[in-house]
């Protein structure tokens, strides 16, 4: 089978189309699926560039997110059957230690995500277990699947579990162009609070508009505390969803008011953060990390998508043959929305 591959860590000069052998009969609980689109995220550039501890063993099939064909099912599997199209959660979690039986996955003694941990989506065939199968939302193109699970489950555990982000209150979520920041426009509209997001091109700002955002700021052109105390009636926000990290933390801390929460599940800029405890303390704030999700969390967000009230942006869709092309867009930060690759046409 096709499949990109990354042949040495380092960077995007390693990756590379390549045949493969095609995977055999799925395991008990698993399905084998053609896969007819991928789609990237940040975590595949940082598999490219090597994640210190973890490098996997190479070559190395990239990719977390998906969407297909079920084609062949492993033994005792009842809720999916050949010909079904499907997206996936792209966690792996064994099923049965304490914290998979408490509902929650990401806290796994053996938590994998496919692309990092295991061979992932960018290549014609996958195995996944499918109890990690949403069905494909009616009228979804496949790169809208493959573009949605990872960004939302995400997503969806930010503003719900972790935030628990209320009706009325106000959020703020830098980086409007980026998938997960999309989707949490949407669920905080779903939720009814009030969203300022941020991005730095008019594009990405009037994309933002357009998912609901109450308002958009140009981060590069305006002073966003500034902004936030002045649409606050300084109060600042209640909530702040920051996944730039070093660049914009100190930001996110004078635009919460007191009592906030402050999610992270990202530091593209940069991963060193300060703050003076005084702070803390005395504002009474939440500093909350947060990554990928649960079976109920999947469940929950994939029922918004099958209502149509969540849905992704698609910024390009390119073939196998120029996968490379999409990591280099996503690694310019030019893109406005979700990276896909059409791996069977
Ligand atoms: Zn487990």
Redesign the pocket.
């Known amino acids: 089978m096709r499949a990109l591959v990354l042949t040495a860590t380092g960077g995007l000069d390693g990756l590379a189309v390549a045949d493969l052998p095609r995977p055999g009969a799925p395991p008990a609980g698993w399905v084998t699926l053609q896969i007819r689109a991928a789609a990237l995220n940040r975590l595949d550039l940082f598999v490219a560039g090597g994640i210190p501890g973890g490098a996997p063993v190479l070559p190395h099939i990239v990719g977390a997110d998906g969407a297909g064909v079920v084609v062949e099912v492993g033994e005792g599997v009842a809720t999916v059957r050949p010909g079904d199209e499907v997206m996936f959660d792209p966690g792996i ?9 408490a509902d929650d ?1 990401p ?5 994998q995500i496919l692309g990092e941990h295991r061979h992932g989506s960018a290549a014609e065939f996958i195995q996944v277990p499918a109890v990690n199968l949403a069905p494909r939302p009616a009228g979804w193109s496949w790169a809208e699947a493959a573009g949605f699970s990872l960004a939302a489950l995400t997503a969806w555990r930010m503003m719900v579990t972790r935030a628990r982000l209320r009706a009325a209150e106000t959020v703020l979520i830098w980086g409007a162009g980026g998938g997960v920041a999309q989707m949490c426009i949407g669920i905080a509209k779903h939720l009814g609070a009030r969203v300022l997001a941020t991005s730095s091109t008019p594009e990405k700002l009037a994309l933002a508009r357009k998912l609901g955002a109450d308002v958009a700021l140009d981060h590069a052109a305006v002073d966003v505390v500034a902004e936030v105390k002045r649409l606050t009636g300084r109060t600042g926000c209640q909530v702040v969803i920051d996944n730039v990290g070093q660049a914009t933390w100190e930001r996110s801390l004078r635009s919460l008011a007191r009592g906030g929460r402050l999610v992270s599940c990202g530091a593209t800029s940069g991963p060193a953060a300060a703050f003076d405890l005084r702070r803390l303390f005395w504002h009474q704030w939440s500093i909350l990390g947060s990554t990928m999700g649960s079976r109920s969390e999947y469940r929950a967000v994939t029922a918004l998508a099958q209502q149509g009230s969540l849905r992704p942006v698609i910024d390009t869709v390119v073939p196998l043959d120029r996968a490379i092309d999409a990591f280099r867009r996503l690694h310019s930060g030019a893109q406005a929305g979700k990276l896909a690759i059409e791996v069977t046409p």
């Open positions: 979690s064994c099923g049965d230690c304490p914290a998979c039986r996955a806290f796994c003694t053996t938590y």
